[in-house]
């Protein structure tokens, strides 16, 4: 994915809307959340586990709207409307899970920031 | 600012993701509102039960519980079935919104919920649950908890329904003069007394009080539910009407007051019954041509001279009855093609001398 992991503007809109210290609590809830939802996701692609599959993607996709990490919220909707099959061989899930890297890095040097 | 004057209330956000939780209820809290939340459906029900919400946001996607279950769960829950819901989901497709919002969802607001959104969605839902709570409250009012009950249940249904029942009709002999001959602080008093008399006689037999206008008023003895033996009941009701008026003027000739005098006609039959009016402003009612005899019998008391007169239906009711009816012969009624006979019910002597 290609583009900034974090829409600056959209961040700063929450950031106004709901406080800038909440939102660095919410960012930390976020990342601690997250990992298990990356987790979820993988365990239901190898259990094939449909149901589990997209409701942990549909999660993953609804915080990452609220972030503005927009690439990470296109690739998990992805996932949620395309289901297992769209998990394919894994490599989407992989590639999923470098899109969490570069927002959770982000976010992170935002928070506070 | 018009939240604050009218007080915060008190909102309920069932979400399982905890991201989603925390910031609806921040944006929530920054409107002043007091917020609680559940991790699923399951637990939102439960904490609605106990009562005290205002206002629930939903999610839909949950486990254990979800949001479509919760949606259908408080349709089938009379106490929670008015709760305002406003659904916040990102759920994909127009199906699913349209699927909550026929389940009784207000609104349906796509995550992530925009703040400003959120406000006017909360404060519009407010208000008419406000107006929907006014409303119940006039019912309760001017009905017994069966009308409300049954216009909670039909949900303001404004479609009619044919009905077996009698209706009856009541008003003061004389009302005018005696308006004339005193203070309007005594005539609404003296009103305020005779309508809790006349609703606890008609309310204690089963009867329903539907209309009120100056001292006359209506009502339904098997709608909107149904009532069996309607008719004994309704000339039942009568006869306590009649006696507690004997009763009140007793008290005013003490207080040196003219007595009042009541006559009731009642008929049954066929009635076509329902709520009329919008759904912002809906009273129940009934049409047909029992409704327009009892009215009839009710005005020939003055001429027959009796103070409780019936249709030849609710006399065949009576056939069991120690109640004593005589027969007045065909009277021909304004608006009736042929004479329908008409019976006086015997209201019993004062009740000082059936005591003992």
């Known amino acids: ?113 | 600012m018009a939240d604050a004057l009218r007080g915060p209330a008190r909102l309920l956000v069932a979400d399982d993701n905890k991201v989603n939780r925390l910031l609806l209820a921040r944006s929530l809290e920054l409107q002043g509102h007091s917020v609680a939340c559940a991790p699923n459906g399951r637990v939102a029900l439960e904490m609605l039960r106990d009562g005290g919400f205002d206002l629930m946001l939903l999610d839909m996607e949950m486990p254990e519980m979800d949001g479509f279950q919760v949606l259908e769960q408080l349709n089938a829950e009379l106490a929670l079935r008015d709760l305002p819901v406003i659904v916040t989901s990102s759920l994909e497709g127009i199906g699913h919104i349209v699927r909550c919002i026929e389940l009784g969802a207000e609104d349906y607001l796509t995550k992530p919920v925009n703040a400003v959104l959120l406000k006017a969605r909360i404060g519009a839902s407010l208000e008419k649950k406000r107006l929907r709570d006014q409303q119940k409250e006039l019912v309760r009012r001017f009905a017994t908890p069966e009308v409300a009950e049954d216009l909670q249940q039909s949900g303001f249904d404004l479609d009619g329904r044919r009905v077996d029942a009698s209706v009856l009709f009541c008003d003061i002999r004389d009302f005018t003069a005696l308006v004339e001959s005193q203070q309007p602080e005594e005539t609404i008093e003296l009103l305020n007394t005779y309508y809790t008399l006349m609703f606890d006689a008609i309310n204690g037999h089963g009867g329903v009080v539907n209309q009120m206008i100056g001292d006359g008023l209506m009502a339904i003895f098997g709608a909107p539910l149904p009532l069996p033996g309607h008719a004994a009941s309704a000339v039942h009701a009568a006869l306590d009407m009649v006696e507690l008026i004997e009763l009140l003027g007793v008290e005013r000739r003490d207080a040196g007051r003219a007595p009042l005098r009541i006559g009731v006609g009642i008929a049954s039959g066929e009635l076509i019954a329902g709520y009329t009016g919008t759904r912002r402003r809906a009273t129940y009612t009934c049409i047909g041509d029992t409704v327009n005899l009892a009215a009839r019998l009710e005005q020939h008391t003055k001429t027959a001279q009796r103070a409780i007169l019936v249709d030849r239906a609710t006399r065949a009711a009576l056939a069991a009855s120690p109640v004593a009816v005589e027969p007045l012969g065909p009277v021909a009624f304004r608006g009736k093609a042929a004479p329908v006979e008409v019976f006086a019910v015997a209201s019993g002597p004062p009740p000082l001398a059936r005591d003992g």
């Open chain 1, 1 to 113: 994915m290609s583009g900034p992991a974090i829409d600056d503007v959209a961040f700063a809109e929450l950031q106004a809307s709901a406080g800038a210290e909440f939102v660095d609590e919410l960012v930390d809830t976020f990342l601690a959340e997250a990992p298990r939802m990356l987790a979820e996701l993988r365990a239901a692609a190898e259990g094939a586990n449909a149901e589990a599959f997209r409701r942990a993607a549909h999660s993953l996709k609804s915080n990452a709207s609220t972030f503005g990490a927009a690439p990470l919220a296109a690739m998990a909707r992805e996932l949620e409307l395309g289901g297992l099959a769209a998990a394919g061989q894994g490599s989407p899930l992989a590639a999923l899970a470098a899109e969490y890297a570069r927002a959770a890095a982000r976010l992170a040097e935002l928070r506070g920031g």
